[in-house]
């Protein structure tokens, strides 16, 4: 017989440190890896200007816009605009940054799948401000 699943409570938001974020960014763990997802889902939510240092994920990963506007860049490629109600979906090993456009607030759902298999992420170099900055 299966076991039943349990409605779990979302961690308080905790903020997201230096070596990886550059400004103010705000996360909180909705369900962290279990046996029957194997998967980390978190809300972030990022302050102007503020984003991800470039990274990667050994499993991909899906973000779902869900406030606000921000940016998206893969390595080599153009800044894209990030608009709530869309999504992107990042295949492993794919460097690349996200975070808020440079005047309003940017929040996000991620979906980290598969963490048992290489965990979640590795994370590189800061954005420059010149690479924040470039035309997209």
Not at 31 to 37: I, L, V
Not at 61 to 74: D, F, H, N, R
Not at 85 to 103: C, D, K, M, R
Not at 123 to 133: F, P, S
Request: charged content about 10%; proline content about 7%; glycine content about 10%.
């Amino acid at each position: 017989m299966a076991q039943s699943a349990k409605p779990t409570s979302p961690q308080a938001p905790t903020q997201g440190p230096e070596s990886y974020f550059t400004g103010t960014v705000w996360i909180t763990t909705l369900a962290g890896p279990n046996a029957q997802t194997d998967c980390v889902v978190s809300q972030v939510t990022f302050e102007p200007k503020a984003r991800t240092v470039w990274h990667t994920h050994p499993n991909g990963q899906i973000l779902l816009a869900t406030k606000g506007t921000g940016y998206y860049q893969e390595k080599g490629q153009s800044i894209q605009i990030f608009r709530e109600g869309e999504s992107v979906t990042i295949a492993s090993g794919v460097e690349h940054w996200h975070g808020a456009g440079p005047t309003g607030q940017f929040t996000h759902i991620a979906i980290n799948p598969n963490v048992s298999k290489g965990g979640a992420v590795n994370w590189l170099q800061a954005v420059t401000e010149e690479e924040y900055n470039a035309p997209h």
